[in-house]
């Protein structure tokens, strides 16, 4: 890692050429203008379309890795993260679409805050609505529960929604979500570099926390403001309920010092919020089938919390 430029964008992507051609041009069209001196650095996760081929023909400025493999976001960031000549990284889902004045801001405040390792901006969907991408605290393995206890889930959010909307100045958080983070480069030599122990769901987490116990600042800044597509269902499932994001939540915990009572409460969370989705899926089922868009969210219901239950009895519960 050779520090010879402002701001290093790491995207790791998998397919998806409609996403990452708006994130690569949304880079390449407002960031010449900024003074900031930037490159820009994508691994190819394994993609079985032609978007590689698409960034190398459009986009000869990305230095362009490759895994013959799906091998996840953290090893993915790795490879960057080893190529990588910027003094920050700028880590970015495909699916984000960023401006200069974001960058700058994030930049600007990390120039001004030498004890902050990772800032993260807000964030709003396509629509422009407000996502939140922060936690102020670390979690207990127990509030997962809401998670996945789905509609009691939604009816919290709206809370959360409007206090992080009313949130106008820089706040030190436990977390930011990894669609868009940037993180100091001595910050990542000391944590030396992603966990693939997280291919996906739990990595920004992980590299938060690690972050903060090298003695870091992790900040907030809503005045930053970028757009992710992202989404909770991936193929039809929420990401959550996936086997490879439920094992990960339990390498988290175990990894992160909260020992065998801290599983047993990531247990009880998981698998009664999951009973409860069912259950409000079942008596939801005659009333809303009948309804296209109803139905697609019953389905999801049903497919996303079953399988945890699968999950579980594949697994063994400990």
Request: glycine share 6%; net charge neutral; aromatic share 12%.
């Amino acid at each position: 890692m050779h520090s010879t430029i402002d701001i290093t964008f790491g995207i790791p992507f998998l397919n998806g050429w409609k996403d990452l051609d708006q994130c690569l041009s949304s880079i390449f069209e407002s960031m010449p203008a900024s003074g900031i001196s930037f490159e820009v650095c994508a691994t190819n996760d394994g993609s079985t379309d032609d978007t590689a081929d698409q960034v190398a023909h459009k986009y000869p400025e990305v230095r362009l890795f490759h895994n013959i493999q799906n091998k996840g976001i953290s090893d993915s960031m790795n490879t960057i993260i080893s190529h990588m000549r910027g003094r920050y990284l700028q880590r970015l889902d495909a699916d984000t679409i960023i401006s200069a004045k974001a960058i700058q801001q994030q930049y600007d405040y990390m120039e001004l805050h030498p004890e902050v390792g990772i800032v993260g901006p807000r964030m709003f969907t396509h629509e422009g609505v407000f996502q939140p991408s922060y936690m102020t605290t670390r979690r207990r393995p127990i509030t997962w529960f809401f998670d996945y206890a789905l509609w009691i889930k939604k009816l919290l959010l709206s809370r959360s929604h409007i206090m992080g909307e009313k949130m106008s100045t820089p706040t030190s958080v436990a977390v930011v979500i990894g669609a868009s983070i940037l993180t100091r480069m001595l910050a990542i030599k000391q944590v030396q570099g992603f966990d693939p122990t997280f291919r996906v769901f739990m990595d920004d987490a992980d590299w938060c926390y690690r972050v903060a116990n090298n003695g870091w600042d992790i900040t907030y800044l809503p005045s930053a403001e970028i757009i992710h597509r992202g989404g909770s269902a991936w193929g039809g499932q929420y990401i959550h309920t996936k086997p490879k994001a439920l094992q990960n939540l339990h390498d988290f915990y175990a990894k992160h010092n909260h020992g065998k009572v801290g599983q047993i409460e990531l247990d009880i969370a998981i698998i009664t919020g999951s009973a409860l989705s069912i259950f409000m899926a079942l008596i939801a089922t005659p009333f809303f089938m009948w309804i296209p868009r109803y139905r697609i969210i019953l389905f999801r219901a049903f497919r996303s919390f079953g399988n945890v239950f699968i999950w579980y009895l594949k697994r063994g519960v400990t």
